[in-house]
């Protein structure tokens, strides 16, 4: 098999510390984060913070930056992005309005962005596609929804983690997903990334990946603990167990990061924000799957030794 990385003896786990320091940065941003979302702080997309999209095309050329000044005019807020490969015309657009008011409000907005569109490109009809008028009320819910999506999913990988190592396995893989996700969140907040259903979409696809990642090097310590269990080095067989798995970590995520790296460059603004978390997360779910859950069942075992089953 090709190997990126050859055969390595890296002491992870004795920088465990300085690990558990960063992790600890990371989980208080993110939980911030969090606390800023729920209370709507944030910079919500309008499937959470509620707001009108049209989806529409023109059928002559027209650019995405003349568009734009003519919406932005009536709607400061307005966010514009064109569509790729919008069959029935290559001028496909779909444009956004944040708006916390009530749906009649919405309403309105959209036959008003409705008539500036047929005044201003006279001759050159926007044919509208789609509309949607998400209220207040039905921003909250999903927002609501998307948490308890989130924590649901935790929680079912501890119980996974539990039926298939132990229980204190399936707390640390479900402390380290809880630190990707939470990191993820707190890098948006930090840079004003808009969050929505897709960015949650990104969220609990990368609590999958994370999962993964700490599966395997967990098989790979139970199979080093049979040899080395007994002789009272289980700090070393797990840090063994890490270095044997290192060059297939590596080779995963590497090859996830050049996918998505090219769905972001070439995928468009729909869907730079879900290729950008991606990203994120999978290099933060290498990083805990080596420097978080490992580490924490090491540290749990100097203060209460169980044997894995």
Known sequence: MFRIIGE??????????IAFFVSLALIALGLYAFAM????????GIDFAGGVMVKGYFQNETTIEKLRSIVKAEFPNAQITQMQGFEKSPYAFIIKIKQPETEAVGKQKVNLLKQI?????????????????IGPVVGETLRNDAQKAILLSLFGIVIYIWIRFDFRSGIAATIATFHDVLAVMGIFYIFGFEYDLLIVTALLTLAGYSL??????????????????????????????INDVLSR???????????????????????????????????????????????IVVEWEARRPVRFK
């Open 212 to 241: 993964t990642d700490t599966v395997v090097v967990f098989d790979r310590i139970r199979e080093n603990l049979k040899k080395y269990r007994t002789k009272g080095e289980f700090a070393s067989a797990v840090n063994l167990s």
């Open 249 to 295: 970590t590596f080779n995963t995520s590497i090859t996830v990061i050049f996918v998505v790296g090219s769905l972001y460059l070439i995928g468009g603004d729909v869907l730079r924000g879900f290729s950008l978390a991606m990203i994120l997360g999978v290099i933060i779910g290498t990083y805990s799957s080596i420097f978080v859950a490992s580490p």
């Open 117 to 133: 569109l047929t005044s201003k490109f006279e001759g050159n009809q926007f044919e509208i596609v789609s509309e949607h008028i």
């Open 8 to 17: 390595t003896k890296i002491n992870f786990i004795g920088v465990r510390k």
């Open 37 to 44: 979302i729920s209370t709507g702080n944030a910079n919500m």
